[in-house]
């Protein structure tokens, strides 16, 4: 069984996969609400960029409530027996890529990641068409 979504459905799939061990296979794409705290680091963070703006001044419990929902912290939950394909754009200023990396690092089991540098938060064709082969060939549908 697998899952897979783009943009907050990337986010979701990687929480389906993380909390659901019957999953597969999963390929989140462009994943947003991963690395909120990210900008500790002096990097960009995670859509919808919650502490963007003020550097979380302020905002310890929003901090610490925000690691529960983040993208990351379901990675943390795949496991060796899942296997993942990533894919995000370069110049995606919604989902920024440093926020793509950082979760595709966390993630311990299998997995392929695939960014596309001239793409936004969008998708190219080629990107579609990996996807879906990629999908085809790991869940073992013919078409």
Not at 32 to 40: E, F, G, P
């Amino acid at each position: 069984m697998g899952v897979t979504g783009s943009s907050q459905g990337g986010f979701l799939t990687l929480a389906t996969a993380g909390l659901d061990k019957r999953i597969t296979c999963y390929a989140p794409v462009h994943a947003a609400l991963c690395d909120h705290t990210n900008y500790q680091n002096n990097a960009a963070c995670g859509w919808p960029h919650y502490f963007y703006w003020n550097k979380g001044k302020g905002q310890e419990k929003q901090i610490e409530v925000s690691r529960y929902y983040d993208g990351i912290n379901f990675a943390r939950l795949i496991t060796d027996k899942q296997k993942g394909w990533f894919s995000f754009g370069y110049n995606d200023d919604v989902v920024p890529p440093t926020t793509a990396w950082a979760t595709y690092n966390t993630v311990k089991g299998p997995k392929e990641i695939s960014p596309y540098q001239a793409t936004w938060h969008f998708w190219f064709q080629e990107q579609w068409d990996e996807w879906e082969a990629w999908l085809l060939e790991t869940l073992n549908i013919k078409h």
